[in-house]
């Protein structure tokens, strides 16, 4: 599958660079906007840079908070307490000490019975937000998504050759297989809800991304590849994550 047409790449020197250019970007898109503005985030470890960044008050002033809404583009199964839920380390970092709670849109792990249910809810609660049963090109559901990519090619909890890829007429499913570590069910956004975005932003960082980052610029057809906005698809890499190829580009 080729890249998509609007994936641009930038080149960072190390984690802490890329961390500050990932804060401008979702800076300039919430100033971009004067209404409402949607941020979806990310979990994993790509992101703790730039949410640690966030809290900071040269960039926790420039936010105007009131008006930010924060959603997750995926949720491992676990209590919101566990230091495994993707939201939980969201809010322990910056979101519970800068953002109003009524804000804060956490996919509910708590008090819901299976995965299944909390995607049903949390696909209730995007609808509501968005104003409408179904996506308009025209009117994307997000200004910023953030997103990484697995070792085998994944993003959010989309995964390779599983029927959720295929996924186009829900907003948010439940992922009872999972193949990489951590091994919980997973609930994530489909692609439809994370592609309706003016940008998606990509965050690949150290050597062992190297390798499945090769693949994905490569054009090979993987989950990764098909993430994008309808915008702008920008992945910030630094230089240990950088293929040889792109290094001298």
């Known amino acids: 599958m080729a890249p998509s047409d609007n994936r641009h790449v930038i080149k960072v020197s190390d984690p802490a660079a890329l961390a500050e250019a990932a804060a401008e970007r979702l800076i300039a898109r919430i100033a971009a906007n004067s209404n409402r503005v949607a941020i979806c985030l990310t979990g994993g470890s790509s992101p703790k840079q730039l949410y640690r960044l966030l809290a900071t008050d040269a960039y926790r002033s420039r936010i105007p908070w009131d008006r930010v809404h924060w959603f997750i583009g995926d949720e491992r199964f676990v209590p919101a307490n566990d230091p495994l839920n993707n939201m939980g380390l969201a809010r322990q970092i910056f979101l519970d000490r800068c953002a109003p709670a009524s804000n804060v849109h956490p ?32 009117r994307p559901l997000f200004d910023l998504v953030l997103m990484g990519v697995g070792p085998d090619g994944h993003t959010a909890s989309l995964f390779p050759d599983c029927a959720s890829i295929q996924q186009t007429d829900r907003w948010v499913i439940g992922v009872p297989q999972v193949h990489v570590e951590p091994f919980v069910t997973r609930v994530t956004l489909t692609l439809p809800a994370l592609n309706s975005c003016r940008e ?12 499945i980052l090769t693949r994905v610029l490569a054009g090979e057809n993987l989950p990764a590849n098909r993430a994008h906005s309808i915008g702008e698809t920008i992945w910030l890499v630094d230089e240990a994550a950088l293929p040889e190829d792109f290094r001298e580009r």
């Not at 249910?117 to 025209?138: G, V």
């Open 107 to 138: 996919i509910p792990t708590d008090n819901t019975a299976d995965p299944e249910e909390a995607a049903r809810r949390y696909e209730k609660e995007l609808k509501s937000f968005y104003l409408a049963e179904q996506l308009r090109s025209t």
């Open 200 to 211: 998606m932003l990509f965050e690949v960082s150290g050597p062992e991304k190297r390798a």
